[in-house]
């Protein structure tokens, strides 16, 4: 495992259904080829060179000493904290990054402050014993595991991670999906209802297209299917009682919201 240190850990994020958050981990194992935008910006300011070296991930040693200093200064700006936007707090088969994460979310938590996370990883079952406003969520855009090898190559198995997230909701914790990115049927031909069906017992869906990806773009009639698949989502939410969240950009003929 490489380490590296930082001067600063948690921040606000712009991203429109987060608050604070932190990423403690630069890089990601799980190598995802959507294209990953997480990835995009790194190489982009020069955090990493290439490929190979985003996917040999470097966890932050001082992570902890940071909340320490962090968390009673913001403590009464943050309503709840996200693990993560550019990383993955659950690494899988990354036991290092594993434990840093369990501890920080306990940290966090010890402050009265709720963590959310989401990952493509296994969601460790000790988290049942955590804060119970904390949600834990998975990634979850196929049932295909031929699928999941080519564009989340380093990743969980979807049955693994979905088995984990069960777990905990039957432990009494709030439990949420990610179908983002969902790709288009020029990629891969697949019915969103059974996608839906697997995650039904999960409290929250959100739902959103992929971007940054040409293949997307030449697919004709992308924004209509787009449109199509949003609202699958929003009756089955509505149907199921689940609460949602459409991503902006997916639906362009007319905005919807969370029920």
């Not at 290439?50 to 403590?75: F, G």
């Not at 936007?85 to 899988?92: A, E, G, V």
């Not at 994460?101 to 049942?128: E, F, Q, R």
Request: glycine fraction near 6%; charge should be positive; include cysteine.
């Amino acid at each position: 495992m490489k380490y590296m240190t930082r001067k600063s850990m948690l921040y606000k994020t712009g991203v429109e259904y987060g608050d604070y958050t932190m990423n403690h981990v630069l890089g990601c194992s799980h190598g995802c080829k959507y294209p990953c935008y997480a990835y995009l910006m790194a190489k982009r300011f020069g955090k990493v060179h290439s490929y190979e070296e985003w996917c040999e991930p470097v966890l932050v040693s001082n992570t902890l000493d940071l909340l320490d200093k962090e968390i009673p200064r913001l403590r009464d700006k943050i309503q709840s904290v996200q693990l993560c936007f550019t990383t993955d707090p659950f690494m899988y088969g990354y036991k290092e990054i594993e434990k840093m994460s369990l501890a920080a979310i306990k940290k966090i938590n010890d402050a009265g402050i709720k963590c959310t996370v989401l990952t493509k990883g296994i969601l460790p079952s000790i988290l049942a014993e955590y804060h119970c406003e904390n949600e834990y969520g998975i990634t979850f855009i196929s049932l295909d595991e031929n699928y999941r090898k080519k564009v989340e190559p380093g990743a969980a198995p979807y049955i693994e991670r979905l088995k984990a997230l069960k777990y905990l909701h039957d432990s009494g914790c709030k439990t949420w999906v990610s179908i983002e990115p969902y790709p288009t049927p020029n990629i891969i031909e697949q019915d969103i209802s059974k996608i839906l069906d697997a995650v039904s017992f999960a409290d929250k869906i959100i739902f959103g297209r992929t971007n940054y990806n040409k293949e997307i773009s030449s697919y004709a009639n992308h924004r209509d299917f787009y449109n199509k698949q949003a609202q699958v989502v929003i009756d089955f939410c509505k149907a199921s009682n689940i609460d949602f969240h459409i991503k902006t950009g997916t639906i362009t003929t007319k905005k919807i919201t969370s029920n």
